[in-house]
Every structure is written in structure tokens, then in C-alpha cells.
């Protein structure tokens, strides 16, 4: 996303108005489309902020109070501190990047987790509360730190959270993170069950669907001693590693809801029955749509959720297209959901229980699948003709040579050598002397028809197709979760070696895919799109600085100010609710003095 000025003139006067645009991709090539329109800049919106003492009312997003009650005189403006300044001296020092903290930081304290955590953990004997730097430890995940020592050894340095969280920078190392994690993970539950009810609170956000998938997350290192710790299969392509695997929740706006962690060698079928009986020890059997992909479902599991009288809504093997053969090839009954794509009812029963299956039909998809195939299929043929013309020319008594190479070629492209019979013929020599391809026309007639298609299955009452699969597609919430856990909060790789350390590491991403997502219908409420990460870039030229002023009075002054954005940063923010703090924060008013 981006914003655009538009310049419209009235007369003699002119004046800026300003949209909020993202670019999309469409059948005719990428397009612009406005997502909210953000009207004229209002100078008095744009500049409108308050100073650094009312830090934790901004955070917060709250209004300050500035109504005088009967009689109450109005309080004095601050008289000016005017001092002489030698402009040659004039220097900017201390630049730290603020925007991005700042804006997790509200994030953070509008969820009301700095409050949580004060409470889950109250002070002790340390110098600083474990519950700032379980706020330190998120936002430095939320800012796409890798690992606590690289935020004890450069981030925080870089940053204004010394100044708005009030923890020195000596306070901030690896030993303080590490056991911050260690007092973070035992109050999981609760940080969960608190979301969910900040969920409902400011968005208004119900729980009737329940989106889950499973991922995984690798190490670098033997993570020897973690017994969670395991090879199996890589969603990050690193057979090489060990890992664990993440089963998470999330509701169909893409909130996390909860997680669980389980063996890497576990599959993810095996997943389900812990997670569905970890949601109902929460928060009861209460009606709710389980929404999963094709590869956590299994008859056993279906069977579970039916004996639980749990409502589920999945995908199937492609495989069990071929019971619905006929419904496929009649072009009865359909129902466009949009344009390329059609669904249809194609079974039911009797009872609340029973199970009804929806065939979904897209025309972009069957498109790609086709072509996929076709190049599969053109390369198998080249290679065995390549064969076949080598052995008309030499023919070899190598045989068992001959058909590992057929056989490697097969294996290289299975998909495309299900359509071909293939036969080794020999001479009268006993010699291997042709190779026979023999195309399976039923098998490439029936891969036509099945490209683009996919069946769902579920045992809910309703009978519009179309609402089942708008349904159904809201997993690519919980695919999109995991995607902005890997790649914008840097999920992997697993670092820690400990079970502990490492189960407390997945829980910091939590919390900061939950300030993630929380952001994002943050914008979406206020009308300005849901894309998080293009706020974020902007706000990266964001930064607090100290400016030294030499005088001839004190010697020098030091102010810690926050550059002002440009208008439509600033009008941005204003649409947000965001206040930045304005004018300057004086460190220093009197040092010894020295000579201009």
C-alpha cells in the first residue's frame, strides 16, 4: 500500500487531498484500488500531539482531559526558555529508530498485556520487572530480531524503548532475556485466555470457527537435549535438522488463539485430538466449526469429532474425487461463487450429524495443474524416446542397466508417469533393443477433468455450497499466520537448546504474530487496508535524536526530540488514533560552562 496526493484546484485556491491505494493482480495484469479515502490534511490534525510526560496516555490511547470545571482558571503556558546558541556548534547525536517500537509498544499496552504481566508477575528483588522485559523480549520479535543476543547486542541500542520503557541499556543483556523466558512460559494459559477477551472487547471478534494447521520450525545445533527435538517432515526444506511442530488455532480474522507444540517426528493427524480436547478444557463444548486442511484429516479423526458432536469443516484427498466421478463431468447444479470458480452439493444425508461433500471447480487452478502436468509429461516422453533411439542404434545387454534409467526417470516424474505403460523390449539376442510408450488414454482423460478440482467434506447442516467453501477458505488465515511467523518475526531457526527455553521462544512469537494480526484489524477498523507491514516500512523513518545546542549561558542544551513525519505519515497516524510526542524533552539545561 501507498499513499497518493491528489491536487484539486477551486477557483483560485488549491488545496491536497489524499487516498490510501494497494496494488492488486488481476486477469488483465497488476491494478491500483483505492482502500479508504483520507480526505483534505487538516493542519491542525496533522499537527496535533502531545510531550513526553504524557507517554503512557498516548501509548494507550487516551483522551487527555482538558475540560476546566466552573470557575477553575486556565492553567499558565510555560513561559519560553530563550538561550543564545553558536549555530556552527549546533550537532545532532543519539539517533535511534522509533517508529516501529513505538508503534508495538501501543500495540502492546492497548492489548493491556503490560498490566497482565504486572500482575502474572510482580516485582521482586530485580532491578527491572520481568514484566518489561517480556515486553522488550516481543517487541524485539515483533521488529524481526532473530535472537535475544542479537537484541541485547545491537537492537535495543539502536531504539528509543530506553526512553519509553525507562530500562537502561546496561540492563538489557542475554542473561536478563534468557531468564525472562523462563518466567514468561508458565503464564501461558493466561496470556491466551486474555487475548481471546481483548479479541472480543475491541473488535467485536467471535470464536465459532476455529482455524488450525500445523508447521514447523527447525534448529540450528543438535538440540540434544530436548527431547521434542526430531526429524521429520520440513515445511522449511531442512531434512538436515532437527525440529518441532506447531499446531496453532487462530480465528478466521487470522487471530491467534492458541498453540501447542509437539514432536518434530510427529505427523499432523496425530495432532488434532490434543488440540480439540486443549480448546474444550478451555473454554467448553460449545458449538464451533473446526476448520482443517486435507493433511490433518483422517477417519479416526473424524470419527473423534463426531463422537465429541463437534461440527468440522476440511478438505479431502484428491484421490476420493473418483466417487464423484459422474457429478464432476455433469454440468448440472453448479453455483459460481465468483468468476472461474464453481461449487455444488453433491451428497447429503438425513440428521445433524450426517456428512455432505462440496465439489469445488476453478478454471485458474485447472489451468495451472494442466499445464504443470503437460511439461511433466512432454520431458518423461523426450527422455524415453532419448532411450528408445539410443537403443535402436546400439542395442545392449545391459538390461538391468536400461531399466534403472527408465525407472529414475520414472520416479523423477511420478505424476506424469501414471499416464504412460512403458514395456522393454528385447531382440533375439536377449539384448534390450526398444522401449515401448504406451499412453493410458482413460488415465489422461480422467487427470483433464479432475484438474482444478477439490472436494471438502463436512457434517454442518447448511446446505449452500457457496457458504461452506467461503468457509472453508479462511485456512489461508491460519497459512498466513505461519508464513508472517517465519518470515517477518523470524520463527525459525530454533536457537535454544532446552525444552523450556525452546517452548518459551515459540510463545514470545506468539505474542508477537498476535500484536501482528492485532495491528491489522487495527488498520482494517479504521478503514486504511490490512497490511501491517507496509505501516511498518513507513514508520521506519521514524527517529528520536538528541540535538546539542551550545550556549553561551550554560554551556550547552540537550534535547531529545522525535523528527516530525511528513503530512501524510502524520494525517495516517492521526486516522489511527496515534499520537507522536511533540516538542522537545530537555536532558540537559545547565553544565559547566565553557567558552563560545
Known sequence: MFLRRHRKQAGEASYDYWTLV?????????RQEIVAHLGKLDESTVQAGRGWHDLDAMLEGKIPDTQLELGQAPLPTPAPLWRQVDLSGV??????????????LAVWR???????????????????????????????????????LSLAERWYADTALEDLL?????QINDARLYRGLDALLPHKDELCQH??????????????FLLYDVTSTYFEGLAQRNPKAARGYSRDSRPDCKQVCIGLVVTPEGLPMAYEVFAGNRADVTTLEDIV??????????QRIWVMDRGIVSEENL???????????????????????????????????????????VSGGEGEQSERFILCRSEDRAAKEGAMLQQ??????????????????????????????????????????????????HDAQGRACRVDVKEEIARMEWAKRAHGAYLLRTNHSCQDPVQLWRWYIQLTQAEAAFRTSKSDLHLRPVFHQKTERVEAHILVCFLALALWRTLEQWLKSKGLGDCARQLLIELEQLHSMDVVLPTAETGEVRLRLVARPEKALAFLLAQMGLELPRGPKILENVVQKTAL
Not at 525507562?166 to 546496561?170: G, N, Y
Not at 487475548?195 to 465459532?208: A, I, M, S, T
Not at 466421478?325 to 454440468?331: G, K, M, N, Q, V
Open 376 to 425: 511433466k509429461v512432454d520431458r518423461l516422453r523426450a527422455k524415453l524416446a532419448q532411450i528408445d533411439r539410443g537403443l535402436q542404434r546400439q542395442p545392449t545387454a545391459k538390461a538391468a542397466e536400461v531399466e534403472r534409467r527408465i525407472g529414475q526417470w520414472l520416479g523423477r516424474y511420478p505424476g506424469a508417469a501414471a499416464m504412460f505403460k512403458v514395456m522393454l523390449r
Open 91 to 104: 550537532r545532532v547525536e543519539r539517533m535511534r529508530q522509533f517508529g516501529r517500537v513505538y508503534l508495538g
Open 303 to 345: 470419527e473423534f469429532l463426531r463422537q465429541r458432536k463437534a461440527t468440522y469443516l476440511v478438505g479431502t484427498p484428491k484421490s476420493q474425487l473418483r466417487a464423484h466421478e459422474a457429478a464432476l463431468a455433469s454440468e448440472a447444479d453448479w453455483q459460481k461463487v465468483r468468476e472461474g470458480l464453481t461449487v455444488k452439493l
Open 166 to 170: 525507562a530500562v537502561p541499556l546496561s
Open 277 to 286: 480436547k486443549l480448546m474444550e478444557g478451555k473454554y467448553g463444548q460449545a
Open 22 to 30: 494497494k496494488t492488486v493482480r488481476t486477469a488483465k495484469g497488476p
Open 195 to 208: 487475548l481471546l477477551e481483548k479479541y472480543r472487547d475491541w473488535f467485536g471478534v467471535g470464536f465459532e
Open 110 to 148: 492497548r492489548l493491556g498485556l503490560h498490566t497482565l504481566l504486572r500482575r502474572l508477575l510482580p516485582p521482586g528483588q530485580e532491578e527491572v520487572g520481568w514484566d518489561l522485559i517480556g515486553c522488550v523480549l516481543t517487541l524485539g520479535r515483533f521488529c524481526a530480531q532473530e535472537s535475544e
